[in-house]
């Protein structure tokens, strides 16, 4: 029995030994802006052997991974992958929205208390502070009592902020204009640091104010629709929104720097300052674990101005690839090959431009929101005998109520009940879900899950709706997301690296399993309000 024992003992050490050898000295987590699931196999021909395809066969992917609230947008697409839970839990349920305390819209990011650094702008004044959770990267600076870091970049602050969560030693983001400069705030230090000034004064931004022309021959491309059609945006100062793109006669017209946010080149400035980052920051070279948040988010910019159907957003992925193929190489050099951890995903989808949809009779369309907030108010007063200023606020598909105007919380629930009949027969809209709803009832078939999912008791509204499949409230050309619908709510899932299986699945899992996952593989904790599970089949 003693044997037995001892045996056992020794299995379990082993076990533990080999946990501790597999844990990375760095994990990178990637985000594609707007990624769709589709993206890895529908331009897979182009890729190169290095970069999608290297994750792909030397990793575990998951193919049937989803996002398991609504609504489908940057900023809690972005905080649920690292935070490992919905906006139930985090909180930041938009982008921005409306803030029933005070009456005001509020930006996920922003923060007047803050100053900013590398600009003199407004674009600086940004935080993590209404993020209400924490994050993986959190996490493990408390595990490691602040000895291993993170660093958040991207393109977008919030795509930069809000992964990192409230302990990172520095997030950046990219602000255009005139400047071209990543820049911060003094949330994290009291300047920034001098390879982020050395970077700024290299004018690598202006470097890229060139021609945008196709990687590879346009005609190639057969994977995208035609290079010219009429579901495309396109850049001011050109008729045409078709290949080539001279940027630096165009960017005087779309806002000078800014233009590189909405084309290929994006993604490559923002390696370029990943890659300064883990050189000059030293990620991956202590003792204890680092953490990179890696946001590319010229994909979600290209996917609005050009469609996903585009020759631009096809160019944009074969150009992405490479640039994956870069990131791991210098990884290897830097870290070492076996010493790090990267995961790929996206923080949301996106639908086909609804009128390209329609013209090929898939049914779709386009809603009229401002058309909307007129009717919604004429039935308050025509049939309620309410005064209109009753519907404080709609935004995000969300109805916002005048609490002060209910004498009883029965007056407030008739009055939710009257505007769900109402909407539920208003056209292009498919689903309503009340507060009294989402509160006290069983939301457990899918839709209504996601919206649950999706709802903050103090900071949502009180009526909610979603509109039919491929139903948008936004231009006529373009692509956007948002929905509880397959489009927007797939995504790419692929973790390479120490510590991780080479493999695929295709069981159901969702966007908050990887935070979980990730706090698994380093051994520390769960990030605090973390509601996913374990992907227990990509670890070693």
Same mark, same amino acid.
């Given at each position: ?98 803030? /029933?305390?005070?009456?005001? =819209?509020?930006?996920?990011? $922003? %923060? ?5 650094? @590398?600009? !003199?702008? #407004? ?92 990687? /590879?021959?346009?005609?190639? =491309?057969?994977?995208?629709? $035609? %290079? ?5 945006? @396109?850049? !001011?100062? #050109? ?302």
């Amino acid at each position: 029995m003693r044997k037995i024992l001892l045996l056992g003992m020794l299995f379990i050490a082993g076990l533990n030994l080999h946990a501790q050898n597999q844990k990375p000295k760095l994990v990178v987590g990637v985000v594609v802006d707007q990624m769709r699931f589709d993206y890895l196999n529908k331009f897979e021909n182009h890729y190169s052997d290095d970069g999608f395809k290297r994750l792909k066969s030397g990793g575990f992917e998951m193919k049937n991974l989803h996002f398991d609230y609504v609504p489908t947008y940057t900023a809690p697409g972005h905080t649920s992958v690292f935070t490992g839970t919905s906006p139930m839990m985090h909180g930041i349920i938009s982008n921005s929205w409306f803030n /029933k305390t005070n009456g005001e =819209y509020v930006y996920c990011a $922003s %923060d007047d208390s803050v100053n900013p650094l @590398g600009t !003199k702008d #407004k674009a600086g004044k940004m935080s993590p502070h209404r993020l209400l959770t924490t994050t993986f990267a959190d996490q493990n600076r408390l595990h490691t009592q602040f000895r291993g870091k993170t660093i958040g970049v991207s393109i977008k602050d919030r795509g930069a902020i809000l992964p990192a969560g409230h302990t990172a030693n520095a997030a950046y983001w990219f602000h255009g204009k005139d400047e071209g400069h990543f820049i911060s705030s003094d949330f994290y230090f009291d300047e920034l640091p001098e390879w982020v000034q050395e970077f700024n004064k290299s004018k690598i931004a202006k470097s890229y104010l060139k021609e945008w022309k196709t990687l /590879k021959p346009i005609e190639s =491309y057969t994977e995208s629709g $035609s %290079d010219e059609n009429n579901y495309e945006n @396109g850049f !001011k100062g #050109k008729k045409k929104a078709t290949f080539p793109y001279d940027l630096k006669k165009l960017s005087k017209k779309n806002g000078g720097y800014d233009i590189l946010k909405a084309t290929a080149y994006g993604n490559s400035l923002l390696l370029d300052f990943a890659k300064a980052a883990i050189n000059h920051e030293k990620l991956g070279q202590g003792e204890f674990t680092d953490v990179l948040t890696l946001s590319f988010s010229s994909t979600d910019y290209v996917g609005h101005n050009f469609g996903v159907n585009s020759k631009e957003i096809q160019d944009t992925y074969v150009r992405l690839d490479l640039e994956i193929a870069d990131l791991l190489n210098y990884l290897d050099k830097k870290v070492g090959e076996g010493n790090y951890t990267l995961f790929l995903t996206a923080d949301h989808g996106a639908v086909h431009v609804p009128q390209f949809l329609k013209d090929e009779k898939i049914p779709a369309g386009y809603f009229d929101t401002k058309q909307f907030r007129k009717d919604v108010k004429s039935f308050v007063e025509e049939n309620l005998d309410l005064d209109a200023s009753v519907i404080r606020n709609i935004s995000n598909n969300q109805i916002f109520l005048d609490y002060d105007q209910f004498k009883t919380y029965t007056d407030f629930v008739e009055v939710q009940n009257e505007l769900k009949h109402f909407l539920i027969q208003y056209d292009q809209i498919d689903k309503v879900f009340t507060r009294e709803n989402i509160e006290n009832n069983d939301m457990s078939y899918s839709a209504a899950e996601l919206i649950k999912r999706g709802f903050n008791q103090k900071r949502s509204g009180d009526v909610i709706y979603a509109l039919n499949p491929s139903v948008i409230s936004y231009s006529r050309k373009g692509s956007t997301h948002g929905s509880s619908l397959n489009y927007d709510t797939q995504a790419p899932f692929l973790i390479y690296g120490a510590g991780i299986k080479q493999g695929q699945s295709f069981r159901k899992a969702y966007i908050t399993d990887i935070a979980p996952t990730i706090s698994a593989l380093l051994g520390t904790a769960m990030p605090n309000g973390a509601t996913g599970h374990v992907i227990i089949e990509a670890l070693k």
